[in-house]
């Protein structure tokens, strides 16, 4: 069992993705520990979600400039950091995502307590040499890190295939299920006026226009579904660095929203949502479906199996968009299966990934790491 956490902590968030996941799951984490009492801060860029967050939650932001990719920049990124890290004087930094893990351990080297959080491993967005070599980076790196936090056991299993040895924790991402209530019927219909939607069957997915995320997936099986479902709609919620190309295709029944500030609401509106990924660690955006009580067709990668092993939805393989297309187009023509696999959803999710388990858990992981340092 972990120790209680300490009643007085100062702890230092480390990220450079400041929108999408990574950034609601960092910002969920401000929230709770300040809430706790605690000193809490964050070093990322400006730019992005993660400072007006901070700002909300009475935590402190400290601007690190940072630049997505590996490459000559890091040399200099990690004396930034290392320079933020002896002014804010944290008794735990917990390093999220692949370059804050870059930067965060190569600045500390172990010297202050290390919680690293990878969201997806860094050597599953690479193939070839560059794949290897960040598989042995993080193989070599482990020693720098006191805790290796996964958020599911899929992820967990991704890291022990490649050699890397840790003090692995999992702890499985959470939503608030207070504020994504599950959306009725009328929900729905309310939803989809405010949005300016028909009520054709409709599916929606969220999430960085990406290659990791898979929308070009999607959009290569959309044809098919409708073949069945001539009147579908696929709305796309989100931007990123493959919105020009998307857009550029120009695929019949397929809206692009760009970013959104409600998600919830387009959740509430969709009749399924698809999560195409090619990676991830646990879909945020899956769970935050299930907990709107949506019924999801989601890809076969870390997570996603064990967020719907109750029911919910369906699993396709991560590089068939045949069965992308088939799994939407039968959900689009049964409201039946829908309904009942939305209900599934939000028991699922209520079950075992409500955000107050998942802070809690990150909380008295503290606790053990202090513990182990003595």
Same mark, same amino acid.
């Given at each position: 069992?972990?120790?209680?956490?300490?009643?007085?902590?100062?702890?230092?968030?480390?990220?450079?993705?400041?929108?999408?996941?990574?950034?609601?799951?960092?910002?969920?984490?401000?929230?709770?520990?300040?809430?706790?009492?605690?000193?809490?801060?964050?070093?990322?860029?400006?730019?992005?979600?993660?400072?007006?967050?901070?700002?909300?939650?009475?935590?402190?932001?400290?601007?690190?400039?940072?630049?997505?990719?590996?490459?000559?920049?890091?040399?200099?990124?990690?004396?930034?950091?290392?320079?933020?890290?002896?002014?804010?004087?944290?008794?735990?930094?917990?390093?999220?995502?692949?370059?804050?893990?870059?930067?965060?351990?190569?600045?500390?080297?172990?010297?202050?307590?290390?919680?690293?959080?990878?969201?997806?491993?860094?050597?599953?967005?690479? =193939?070839?040499?560059? +794949?290897?070599? /960040? !598989? $042995?980076? #993080? *193989?070599?790196?482990?020693?720098? %890190?006191?805790?290796? @936090? &996964?958020?599911?056991?899929?992820?967990?299993?991704?890291?022990?295939?490649?050699?890397?040895?840790?003090?692995?924790?999992?702890?499985?991402?959470?939503?608030?299920?207070?504020?994504?209530? =599950?959306?009725?019927? +009328?929900?729905? /219909? !309310? $939803?989809? #006026? *405010?949005?300016?939607?028909?009520? %054709?069957?409709?599916? @929606? &997915?969220?999430?960085?226009?990406?290659?990791?995320?898979?929308?070009?997936?999607?959009?290569?099986?959309?044809?098919?579904?409708?073949?069945?479902?001539?009147?579908?709609?696929?709305?796309?919620?989100?931007?990123?660095?493959?919105?020009? !190309?998307?857009?550029?295709?120009?695929?019949?029944?397929?809206?692009?929203?760009?970013?959104?500030?409600?998600?919830?609401?387009?959740?509430?509106?969709?009749?399924?949502?698809?999560?195409?990924?090619?990676?991830?660690?646990?879909?945020?955006?899956?769970?935050?479906?299930?907990?709107?009580?949506?019924?999801?067709?989601?890809?076969?990668?870390?997570?996603?199996?064990?967020?719907?092993?109750?029911?919910?939805?369906?699993?396709?393989?991560?590089?068939?968009?045949?069965?992308?297309?088939?799994?939407?187009?039968?959900?689009?023509?049964?409201?039946?299966?829908?309904?009942?696999?939305?209900?599934?959803?939000?028991?699922?999710?209520?079950?075992?990934?409500?955000?107050?388990?998942?802070?809690?858990?990150?909380?008295?992981?503290?606790?053990?790491?202090?513990?182990?340092?003595?």
């Amino acid at each position: 069992m972990s120790p209680d956490p300490p009643e007085r902590l100062d702890i230092l968030h480390v990220t450079q993705p400041t929108v999408g996941g990574v950034a609601r799951s960092v910002s969920d984490l401000l929230a709770d520990q300040v809430g706790r009492g605690w000193r809490v801060g964050v070093a990322c860029p400006a730019a992005g979600d993660i400072a007006g967050a901070a700002r909300e939650a009475a935590a402190e932001h400290v601007r690190w400039n940072v630049r997505r990719e590996p490459g000559p920049s890091v040399p200099v990124e990690t004396l930034r950091l290392a320079a933020i890290v002896r002014s804010w004087k944290p008794d735990v930094v917990h390093l999220h995502s692949s370059k804050a893990g870059l930067a965060g351990r190569l600045a500390l080297r172990g010297r202050l307590p290390t919680v690293f959080q990878p969201h997806g491993w860094s050597f599953d967005a690479a =193939e070839g040499s560059i +794949g290897r070599g /960040a !598989a $042995a980076w #993080e *193989r070599f790196a482990t020693r720098w %890190s006191d805790v290796l @936090v &996964c958020v599911s056991d899929g992820e967990r299993s991704r890291g022990e295939e490649r050699g890397l040895h840790a003090d692995w924790r999992v702890v499985p991402n959470g939503v608030d299920i207070e504020v994504l209530r =599950e959306a009725s019927v +009328g929900d729905r /219909a !309310a $939803a989809r #006026e *405010r949005l300016g939607l028909s009520g %054709s069957p409709l599916v @929606v &997915c969220v999430g960085r226009l990406s290659e990791a995320k898979g929308q070009t997936l999607l959009l290569a099986g959309w044809p098919a579904v409708l073949e069945r479902v001539p009147e579908a709609q696929l709305v796309l919620v989100g931007e990123g660095p493959d919105q020009e !190309a998307l857009e550029a295709q120009r695929v019949p029944g397929v809206r692009l929203a760009g970013h959104s500030t409600d998600v919830a609401e387009w959740l509430a509106a969709a009749d399924v949502v698809c999560v195409p990924s090619r990676r991830e660690g646990m879909s945020l955006a899956m769970l935050e479906a299930m907990a709107r009580g949506r019924s999801v067709v989601t890809t076969d990668v870390p997570g996603a199996q064990e967020a719907l092993r109750d029911g919910g939805g369906i699993v396709v393989p991560s590089t068939d968009p045949p069965a992308l297309a088939a799994a939407l187009a039968e959900r689009l023509l049964d409201p039946t299966l829908t309904a009942a696999e939305g209900r599934a959803a939000r028991q699922n999710v209520a079950h075992a990934h409500d955000l107050r388990r998942s802070t809690a858990a990150i909380a008295g992981l503290y606790g053990d790491v202090l513990a182990g340092r003595g």
